[in-house]
T-cell receptor
Framework: EAQVTQNPRYLITVTGKKLTVTCSQNMNHEYMSWYRQDPGLGLRQIYYSMNVEVTDKGDVPEGYKVSRKEKRNFPLILESPSPNQTSLYFC????????????FGPGTRLLVL | DQQVKQNSPSLSVQEGRISILNCDYTNSMFDYFLWYKKYPAEGPTFLISISSIKDKNEDGRFTVFLNKSAKHLSLHIVPSQPGDSAVYFCPSSNTGKLIFGQGTTLQVKP
């Protein structure tokens, strides 16, 4: 089944404790992206990647890192999480053509205390 | 600076009637518009899209209308079903990057 998977689905952590949210897709998509969803703000892009070893900042990259060592994986790293990073995170992927549909993962709900 | 706005946070419709969800955008460079539906505890799923060279696209019960001069698009769902109850987003794009609005929660009452 074609899908985007994220782990963990739910995470509670404390300020400053490094964490990684994994994202994997099995559709051989070149493009992958991370979003956060906050009440009243919709989804905002954090980082994206056009292909292996190619990553770029989205609209809200502060406090986040990403890597793209393999085509299928695009982990989101919070080196020193803070409470304002409490949010719902979505990973998405698509083929590179701009009119291709983005497929979203199920989401990771993060609470930073 | 919100480039995509969904000014109605919520909408309630009776089953069988038409649901009309609206979206306004400010960036005239957008050339591709999509609608996504999101259920609780799931990621957004693609519904329908429209290119800026068209003014209407239809897929079953779903029709999207684009008014470029007004920078406005709408999604019509006819007939509405209880399973359509979800949050709807209308991301817009000109480079492949999606810019999302705040979302509209649709409730379809049996």
């Amino acid at each position: 089944e074609a899908q985007v998977t994220q782990n963990p689905r739910y995470l509670i952590t404390v300020t400053g404790k490094k964490l990684t949210v994994t994202c994997s897709q099995n559709m051989n998509h070149e493009y992958m992206s991370w979003y956060r969803q906050d009440p009243g703000l919709g989804l905002r892009q954090i980082y994206y990647s056009m292909n292996v070893e190619v990553t770029d900042k989205g609209d809200v990259p502060e406090g986040y890192k990403v890597s793209r060592k393999e085509k299928r994986n695009f982990p989101l790293i919070l080196e020193s999480p803070s409470p304002n990073q409490t949010s719902l995170y979505f990973c998405a992927s698509k083929l590179l053509s701009k009119e291709e549909t983005q497929y979203f993962g199920p989401g990771t709900r993060l609470l930073v205390l | 600076d919100q480039q995509v706005k969904q000014n109605s946070p919520s909408l309630s419709v009776q089953e069988g009637r038409i649901s009309i969800l609206n979206c306004d955008y400010t960036n005239s460079m957008f050339d591709y518009f999509l609608w996504y539906k999101k259920y609780p505890a799931e990621g957004p799923t693609f519904l329908i899209s429209i290119s800026s060279i068209k003014d209407k696209n239809e897929d079953g019960r779903f029709t999207v209308f684009l008014n470029k001069s007004a920078k406005h698009l709408s999604l019509h769902i006819v007939p509405s079903q209880p399973g359509d109850s979800a949050v709807y987003f209308c991301p817009s794009s000109n480079t492949g990057k999606l810019i999302f609005g705040q979302g509209t929660t649709l409730q379809v009452k049996p």
